[in-house]
């Protein structure tokens, strides 16, 4: 493990080398890609540090026993080895997993979309309390939320509502959201107080910037509409809003948020750049798919990973077989502890993944 560990902050040492060369510098393609790389290293090099420290430490105590006569000393000697040992697992532990190649995306920002699935009005509704839930997580975490474009359902809720997520590691943390929600609960819409069960879709993309997608503005078709949301006067009155088309995908995006046609624009792009990213990201996707048979995050959009039963105040999770029985808490926005679960369910595949491929 200590000669990985030195190999890395041998590499680390020559990245931090390379961004203070001018012509680096002068290449921002290449110096934002080494700046990630070298910040991405650091916690492992802080690792690595304390875990050197700490094997030193094991020697010169196993030393100190080798010679060492009195008794009171030796006693003292031996307590600290063995807490040393004990720290030394417990790091290389730790190390096993940072060591494990993370998924690229995992810092990136996100655009989230939740859409109304079965259950007419009632998963519209559905639609707008999971919404609710992820604006609540986003606060607790200090996130920035950017409306992009919404369809508001007949009686609440949302059809449809696609919104930025900006912050630190936020698409690591939010992936595990992508698949199909389930609700089983009596709908705001009933009469009978029956049980329904409705359906919303969420789908959590990693946020490509301008150096992942080569768009070209000749393949891009722009047309502008008036917004028909909220928006005051301006509303049904300025063509405002933008429709993005990408030619040889096909695929549209629209956006009428902002007052400002420049805005919308900028937040239209965003979303079309990461759509066509994604293309390519669900190769990678599919390729990790192929190697686990458990899979915590797949993309695959039509899987059912959660059910959030009313009645019994439940929330599970089908892809760990979690539940919880704290659901208003948790539509608060408390879903981290959702989250770290699948996290530790999906280091143990990619540790299990690393030690087969090792064999």
């Not at 639609?127 to 986003?138: I, K, N, Q, S, T």
């Amino acid at each position: 493990m200590l000669d990985k560990l030195e190999a890395i902050y041998n590499r680390w040492e020559e990245i931090g080398k390379q961004i203070a060369d001018p012509e680096v510098i002068s290449d921002m393609k290449r110096y934002i890609r080494l700046s990630k790389d070298y910040k991405e290293l650091q916690p492992i090099v802080d690792a690595y540090k304390n875990y050197k420290l700490v094997m030193d430490n094991i020697t010169s105590t196993k030393e100190i026993l080798a010679k060492e006569k009195d008794d009171e000393f030796r006693e003292m000697a031996k307590t600290e080895l063995d807490e040393l040992i004990a720290m030394r697992d417990k790091m290389e532990e730790d190390i096993r997993i940072m060591l494990i190649p993370a998924d690229p995306q995992d810092g990136k920002n996100a655009i989230m979309e939740i859409r109304a699935g079965t259950g007419g009005d009632e998963a519209s509704i559905f639609a707008g309390d999971l919404y609710r839930m992820y604006v609540r997580f986003c606060e607790t975490r200090k996130w920035k939320i950017e409306l992009v474009d919404f369809t508001e359902g007949t009686v609440g809720g949302f059809k449809e509502i696609i919104f930025n997520v900006t912050g630190e590691n936020v698409y690591g943390q939010l992936k595990y959201e992508s698949g199909v929600h389930r609700v089983q609960r009596v709908p705001q819409t009933e009469t009978q107080g029956r049980v329904h069960t409705s359906a919303a879709s969420v789908v959590v993309l990693p946020e490509a910037d301008e150096f992942d997608v080569d768009l070209k503005q000749s393949d891009i078709r722009k047309d502008t509409f008036c917004s028909s949301g909220p928006g005051g006067q301006s509303v049904n009155t300025t063509y405002s809003a933008i429709r993005l088309t990408h030619i040889p995908t096909g695929i549209v995006v629209s956006c009428q948020d902002e007052k400002s046609q420049i805005k919308n624009l900028d937040k239209a792009m965003k979303v079309l750049r990461s759509r066509l990213y994604e293309l390519e990201y669900q190769k990678y996707l599919d390729d990790i798919a192929k190697k686990r048979k458990t899979m915590v995050s797949t993309g695959d959009r039509s899987a059912k990973i959660r059910t959030y039963n009313y009645a019994q105040s439940r929330v599970t999770d089908h892809r760990i077989g979690v539940s919880t029985y704290n659901l208003p808490v948790f539509m608060d926005g408390a879903i981290q502890d959702m989250i770290d679960a699948l996290q530790l369910a999906e280091n143990a595949e990619r540790l299990k993944s690393a030690g087969e491929e090792t064999i």
